[in-house]
């Protein structure tokens, strides 16, 4: 079995980053806590000094995701890409 390097699991531009937590309405210390890291490597990933590895980076991604999933129903869609009608 040949193993799929971690760069495969692409991260969000690094502009994006900050909107997502944001999106929760997170601080970077209450995004650390739930990833089990600190503020400060939270900043880092937002302003592109470093980048997630291993586990940390598979939840990283997933909340990544979901923050998006926040961001398209406040920007009027749905996830699938539908918007939604008002009546």
Same mark, same amino acid.
């Given at each position: 079995?040949?193993?799929?390097?971690?760069?495969?699991?692409?991260?969000?531009?690094?502009?994006?980053?900050?909107?997502?937590?944001? +999106?929760?309405?997170?601080?970077? +210390?209450?995004?650390?806590?739930?990833?089990?890291?600190?503020? +400060?490597?939270?900043?880092?990933?937002?302003?592109?000094?470093?980048?997630?590895? /291993?586990?940390?980076?598979?939840?990283?991604?997933?909340?990544?995701? +979901?923050?998006?999933?926040?961001?398209?129903?406040?920007?009027? /869609?749905?996830?699938? /890409?539908?918007?939604?009608?008002?009546?």
């Amino acid at each position: 079995m040949r193993l799929q390097p971690e760069t495969t699991l692409e991260l969000p531009p690094v502009d994006r980053r900050k909107p997502l937590r944001e +999106a929760f309405g997170l601080s970077q +210390a209450e995004l650390g806590k739930q990833l089990g890291v600190s503020d +400060a490597s939270v900043s880092k990933w937002e302003s592109g000094k470093s980048t997630p590895r /291993g586990d940390t980076r598979k939840r990283y991604l997933a909340f990544c995701k +979901a923050a998006e999933e926040i961001l398209k129903e406040r920007e009027g /869609g749905t996830s699938d /890409g539908a918007t939604t009608e008002e009546e």
